[in-house]
């Protein structure tokens, strides 16, 4: 390898000595330029291209001022020094003013010269690459530490404005929910309260700011099922929350701990966070008014089907009245022709005697009174007015059992005998476009429930059926088929019709409040709706139809057997 040192040196023949030194290497290439003084090689330091540079500053050196110059202009290239006395206060001196290595002239020989050079510049090398790498590892650092800083102000920026979006959207969802009609409560899987709106906590709390939220549920208020308390534990809430399955319940009864009563509609679905069920939303509303208009409107339309009834209950006691009548008179008039007859008789079977006259007599009174068609006539018009007696009041007995005025619990009633009594009521609705076909299961049990609704579901439906027969067949006569069957804890009531039958649309909306497709005056679509909120809301029953367009209609209403408590809730 070629190393190239600079010498600088005042004394000619000194020169000459170290070139030789460094040129008697027998592995190194030593290139040596001369310079004689400090100055001279200034110039040349500046062209560059040296290794090493090597200075004699005679003895005593004493210019470090020159050494530091020369060292200042060498840069990198490491600086050594000779000089004639081996001295410690020199070589800190020269070592000070920066040179690399500092030798004493008389020690050095021409391998220990050489050598000196070549590490010097080896160390030189090694210290410009570490330092090189050191100054790479700085600026990776500060590159990193850059890096970072911006990143950190980055993502503090954007949290700070993922809070304010929170923090807005919190805002917005409480101030959309405060302004709900319907109350909205979160609760977790435990049953604290963790969200609350206005209307929640004013149906449950009371005030306007009372706070629910860190309470448990259950210190709020409670579902009733009944006369049943559901606590959150073994409720439908937790229940929710534990399997993410819907609850709904358009007539639940919520008891709050304020002491208030409220009827409500109410669903609950699962709060999920992050795909885990956490706990559970509970929206809610007011119905209580609903409901009471809904007991009036049913009310009203029990008066009026009453109403409407009533011209077929008086046509129907009128006819066996009217014969009961006629045939009190003809007793009446029989009487009145009998009664001087059986008095002649009796003084003829008192005394025994009669002339052939008055015998003659007699015969011919008896024959202008029809005697024997009398005698004949007479039970009978006696059996058809007990018979008639009878009829009319099976139809009173029928009426009151089917009016059930007052009656708010739940009874236990047979329902054989509301469809025998609500046919009887209804005949005159019925008789002139429909057989009746009755098909009661004689072991059917009694089941609970509001007597006075469900024979208004019966007639609705039974009324329902005879239209639909009419309009099929006007002037004909169709069937009407009654079934009663009891199973598994249910019992299963069939009107069936072979009448008109329903499109898919008509089926779809049979059920809403006032849909009829009757003219005015005959129907005001209240009677499916009323059916429906008697068996599914206050029974806790299904009500269902399977019908056909031009064959006719099956209406199925199924009702839990049971206490009454647990089946549905009670009329509010
Ligand atoms: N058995 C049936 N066969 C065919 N259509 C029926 C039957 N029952 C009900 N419907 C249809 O459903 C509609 C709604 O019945 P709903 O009893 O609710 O009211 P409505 O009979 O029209 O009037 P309302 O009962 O109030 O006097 C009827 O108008 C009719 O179109
Ligand atoms: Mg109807």
Known sequence: MTTKVLLVEGDAAQAAELVEMMAAGAHDDF???????????????????FDAVLVDFGDPIGRSADLAGLVAAAGAVPVVVLTDRDDQELGAAAMQAGAQDYLV?????????????????????????????????????????????????????????VEAALRESQHRIQAITDNLFEGVLVVDGAGMVVFSNRSARLLLGGTLCDTLAERHVD???????????????????????????????????????????????????????????????LSFRDIGAIKKAQQEALQASKLASVGQLAAGIAHEINTPTQYIGDNLR????????????????????????????????????????????????????????????????????????????????KVAINLNRAVENTLAV????????????????????????????????????IVNAAHAIERARPGGMGRITIRTRSRDGWIDVVVADDGTGMSDEIKERIFDPFFTTKEVGKGTGQGLAICRDVVVNKH?????????????????????????????????
């Open 219 to 281: 210190e709020v208020f409670t579902l009733m099922e009944g006369k049943r308390v559901r606590r959150f534990g073994d409720g439908p809430f937790h229940h929710v929350a534990r399997t993410g399955e819907l609850y709904q319940n358009d007539d639940a009864v919520f008891q709050t701990a304020m002491g208030r009563t409220l009827v409500v509609a109410l669903a609950c679905s699962p709060l999920i966070d992050e795909g885990r069920r956490v706990g559970a939303i």
């Open 426 to 461: 209804s005949r005159n609705e019925w008789k002139h476009v429909a057989e009746i076909d009755l098909d009661l299961d004689a072991g059917l049990p009694d089941v609970h429930c509001l007597p006075g609704e469900i024979n208004q579901v019966l007639l609705n439906l």
């Open 31 to 49: 290139v040596v330029e001369h310079a004689e003084s400090v100055a001279a090689a200034g110039p040349l330091l500046a062209a560059g291209g």
């Open 540 to 572: 806790g029953g299904r009500i269902v139809v399977d019908t056909e367009e031009g064959r006719g209609s099956a209406f199925t209403v199924s009702l839990p057997l049971g206490d009454g408590a647990t089946a549905g809730f009670a009329a509010q």
């Open 330 to 409: 003809f007793i009446g008039d029989a009487l009145a022709t009998l009664m001087p007859l059986l008095d002649r008789l009796r003084a003829l079977a008192l005394d025994g005697q009669m002339s052939p006259a008055e015998r003659e007599d007699l015969r011919q009174a008896l024959e202008r009174a029809d005697f024997d068609f009398l005698l004949e006539e007479m039970p009978a018009a006696v059996g058809q007015s007990l018979e008639g007696v009878g009829q009319v009041s099976r139809i009173v007995l029928a009426m009151k059992e089917f009016s059930h005025p007052g009656e708010r619990e």
């Open 105 to 161: 002239r008389r020690d050095i020989n021409g391998e220990a010269l050489r050598r000196v050079l070549r590490y010097s510049r080896a160390r030189i090398r090694a210290q410009a690459a570490f330092e090189q790498t050191l100054a790479a590892h700085g600026r990776e650092l500060e590159r990193e530490v850059a890096e970072r800083t911006s990143k950190l102000s980055r993502e503090i920026a954007d949290r700070i404005r």
